[in-house]
């Protein structure tokens, strides 16, 4: 246990004092002051947009963050050869818990600093309300999974440019997995629908974990649904873990 | 002593010189360029408008429809602000953004009071303000705004009986404002049926609790009583004489009433000629009654 945490905080460190985060920040921050002025484009609507527009903000910019982050860092192991240096020492579970722990840190301190950033913003333009914070639950878990999908594609592919592209285009396809299994089930054909609906139940279910749209009218699900919501992302990284490490003990580095 | 002269090589002082000079001059044909350019080739380019379809939009949106409906709230602010030479192209313009923008997320209420509201002029605008809203009112039942805005349109086309239908459905909504119940006689009136605007405030007694409120109703009832009071009269005067009087006091004249009652309102009652109806100069002493009730927000 005491070598994942090493791991964890080692990785922790590392991914930021990257420039990659810091760049994500400063993005980020030249975001939100779009967000004002889009705010101000929205008369009648200013308070919703503002909060609306800082949450997909904070996960796009958090997307970009951990994608990017963590399939750089992995190639720079492998072609550095640090990482044959730490699976001298660690054995290749724990180099994996602790690379996972240490992202999903990397994942809270930027929702951390984003959020800080946003509240702030909210309360100078009298935008806030609390329920936003119950928005950045959400965000934390979708991100948290998307990070567990991106380790198992570094583990996969040696190519990072593969990893990436597979971990962006699997994001998009369970963002948009529900709205098509809506139009699908508008058709006849039976056979396609069960098959939209094998893919909708199978990839991560980002429509019900996303509660951006309704934190921002100041409404929020009951308990029960934090909870189980919460349960059902523990899981789904627990299973893309256990593949990450099937792959990752099979290869040879 | 010392020499203190600082001797620099030209080299380091001319190099740094040189692309000094080089970066303003460039700079200044950059910043000249652009100008020449603008004044020069002032392009005459078309505007695209374009609204992509919804069922594409729900697909890229994915758990980001509110984003993206928020962004087609903007654009159909902005909008408004466009020049079209056909009025009728320029509300299917910004209608077609605020529908995608309300579908994408319904609780968008500002866009249908913008599309359904403030772009509708004239009588084909306004029926198309009212079939947006009408479509508005599908997806989002349990907004008070939006029956009350369909109901002013009608109001401005001097539908008076829709609007009071759409006035009746808003003030049923939660959280639609008290006045909204108490405006609807006056609808009746104008629509020519103080008779139903009697029955409806004498339903509406027995629901008010509220002492002020209560207050209001009854000088309304009181109010809208004399009408048709009156109208009953004329009606009279009509079948007694075949025409209609000149004068309200005529009524009185004609031995068909005693007095001519008193206005509640503070105003008085009066015979339209051209219409041979009773009429009420009740519009600036409703105003300042309602003011006074703090029912009405515009009236102050």
Redesign the interface.
């Known amino acids: 246990m005491r070598e994942i945490i090493s791991i964890a905080f080692l990785n922790f460190k590392q991914g930021v004092r990257e420039k990659l985060f810091w760049g994500v920040i400063f993005f980020f921050a030249f975001f939100l002051s779009l967000c004002v002025l889009?705010g101000k484009?929205?008369?009648?609507?200013t308070e919703?947009?503002l909060r609306?527009?800082g949450l997909?903000g904070i996960e796009l910019s958090g997307l970009v963050l951990v994608v990017f982050s963590l399939v750089l860092s992995f190639k720079k192991e492998e072609e550095s050869r640090f990482l044959e240096i730490y699976l001298s020492n660690f054995s290749r579970t724990n180099y994996l818990s602790g690379k996972l722990i240490g992202y999903l840190l990397i994942c809270l301190f930027y929702l951390l600093l984003s959020g800080l950033g946003y509240m702030l913003i909210l309360f100078l333009y009298k935008s806030f309300i609390w329920q936003v914070a119950a928005g950045f639950y959400s965000l934390f878990l979708k991100l948290s999974i998307l990070i567990c999908f991106s380790l198992v594609f570094c583990c996969l592919f040696s190519s990072p440019i593969i990893s990436l592209f597979c971990s962006l285009s699997l994001y998009?396809a369970?963002?948009?997995a529900?709205?098509?299994l809506?139009?699908v089930s508008l058709g006849p054909n039976r056979f396609r629908l069960s098959l939209f609906k094998f893919i909708y139940y199978l990839l991560p279910n980002?429509?019900e974990?996303?509660i951006?749209?309704l934190a921002?009218?100041g409404e929020l699900p009951s308990l029960s649904f934090f909870f189980s919501i919460g349960l059902y992302a523990f899981v789904y990284i627990l299973f893309l873990w256990l593949i990450a490490r099937f792959i990752f003990l099979k290869k040879e580095y | 002593m010392v020499d203190s002269k600082i001797y620099f090589s030209k080299k380091r002082i001319l190099g740094p010189l040189f692309f000094t000079i080089l970066g303003a001059c460039l700079l200044g044909f950059m910043f000249f360029g652009s100008l020449l350019l603008e004044n020069k080739f002032s392009l005459k380019k078309e505007i695209f408008f374009y609204v992509p379809p919804l069922?594409y939009l729900?697909?890229?949106?994915?758990?980001?429809?509110?984003?993206c409906a928020?962004i087609f709230?903007?654009r159909g602010?902005?909008a408004i602000t466009d020049s079209f030479q056909d009025r009728m192209a320029w509300i299917d313009w910004v209608q077609k953004n605020f529908e995608v923008a309300t579908n994408l997320?319904p609780?968008?209420?500002?866009?249908y009071?913008?599309a359904g509201v403030v772009i509708a002029h004239g009588e084909e605008g306004i029926k198309k303000g009212i079939q947006f809203l009408e479509k508005g009112l599908k997806q989002n039942t349990k907004e008070w705004q939006i029956p009350y805005w369909i109901g002013f349109n009608y109001y401005q086309l001097q539908d008076y009986l829709k609007a009071i239908e759409y006035y009746e459905k808003a003030s049923q909504s939660p959280g639609a404002p008290k006045f909204l119940k108490s405006i609807q006689p006056m609808y009746y009136y104008r629509a020519g049926r103080p008779d139903l605007g009697l029955i409806y405030l004498q339903g509406l007694l027995h629901s008010v609790k509220d002492p002020r409120e209560l207050e209001w109703v009854e000088t309304k009832l009181k109010w809208i009583e004399n009408i048709v009071y009156l109208e009953d009269k004329l009606k009279q005067f009509k079948a007694l004489y075949g025409h209609c009087p000149e004068r309200i006091e005529n009524l009185k004249e004609a031995g068909l009433l005693e007095e001519i009652p008193e206005d509640p309102f503070g105003g008085s009652y009066y015979l339209d000629k051209d219409t041979c109806r009773i009429k009420s100069k009740f519009s600036l002493s409703e105003k300042n009654l309602k003011a006074k009730s703090g029912d009405c927000n515009r009236c102050k």
């Open positions: 889009l484009l929205s008369p009648g609507e919703k947009v609306n527009e997909s998009l369970s963002e948009a529900y709205p098509a809506k139009i980002m429509n974990l996303d951006k749209s921002v009218y | 069922n729900k697909i890229i949106s994915g758990s980001f429809q509110s984003f928020d709230y903007i602010v902005l997320d609780k968008l209420t500002q866009g009071f913008f």
